[in-house]
């Protein structure tokens, strides 16, 4: 069964104090891994996508990685800004739209 | 500016009412999709559509009913059949009628049944 897992469920940074979230995946004819970023109350925002295992995506102090089992946020030092929840979500079958979320990292930095 | 607009943003509905939640777009994008969302959970499909005129059913389309008539426009319609609906909802589109997997959302509809 297709399914994927993020973690940790929460996470608490000091500001400049750089870490990873963690996103793993099984699916069969994976088409592309995307990740999300969500502000409380709001809808999620399009950050990155990856197609294939070795690839990286960066943005700001947001780098975004890739193997055949996992995908890593990668945040150098973050700022209070960042905080927010960062949701992994990978497309397979024929259309791009249909997602599969997990349930998503809550980060907070605090200053 | 373009995006897309969900009304109204937050609803509450007694058991045993049908609501409509709204969606409309003018990124001039053909593919339109409803996620539904809970505490602690990820994003689930409820419907998508990628022409006008036609939709399919996600993951969990159970006491939703959809409609679109319009490329601009994809409305959601709560049953009454749906057991628990109090959640946030999520429209999105996509460019292409397959999508590209860069989702734009709205800014979320939070339905409450009291």
């Known amino acids: 069964e297709d399914q994927v897992t993020q973690s940790p469920e929460a996470l608490r940074l000091q500001e400049g104090e750089s870490s990873s979230l963690n996103c793993s995946y099984t699916v069969s004819g994976l088409r592309g891994l995307f990740w999300y970023r969500q502000d409380p109350g709001k809808g999620p925002e399009f950050l990155f996508t990856l197609y294939s295992a070795g690839e990286e995506k960066e943005k700001e102090r947001l780098k975004a990685t890739l193997t055949k089992k996992e995908s890593f946020l990668h945040i150098t030092a973050p700022k209070p800004e960042d905080s927010a929840t960062y949701l992994c979500?990978?497309?397979?079958?024929?259309?791009?739209?249909?997602?599969?979320f997990g349930q998503g990292t809550i980060l907070t930095v605090h200053p | 500016d373009g995006g897309i607009t969900q009304s109204p943003k937050y609803l509450f509905r007694k058991e045993g009412q049908n609501v409509t939640l709204s969606c409309e777009q003018n990124l001039n994008h053909d593919a339109m999709y409803w996620y539904r969302q809970d505490p602690g959970q990820g994003l689930r499909l409820i419907y998508y559509s990628q022409i006008v005129n036609d939709f399919q059913k996600g993951d969990i389309a159970e006491g939703y009913s959809v409609s679109r008539e319009k490329k601009e426009s994809f409305p959601l319609t709560v049953t009454s059949a749906q057991k628990n609906p109090t959640a946030f909802y999520l429209c999105?589109?996509?460019?292409?009628?397959?999508?590209?997997?860069?989702?734009?959302f709205g800014e979320g509809s939070r339905l409450t049944v009291l």
């Open positions: 999105a589109s996509s460019p292409g009628a397959r999508g590209t997997g860069e989702l734009f």
């Open positions: 979500a990978f497309a397979g079958g024929t259309s791009y739209g249909k997602l599969t």
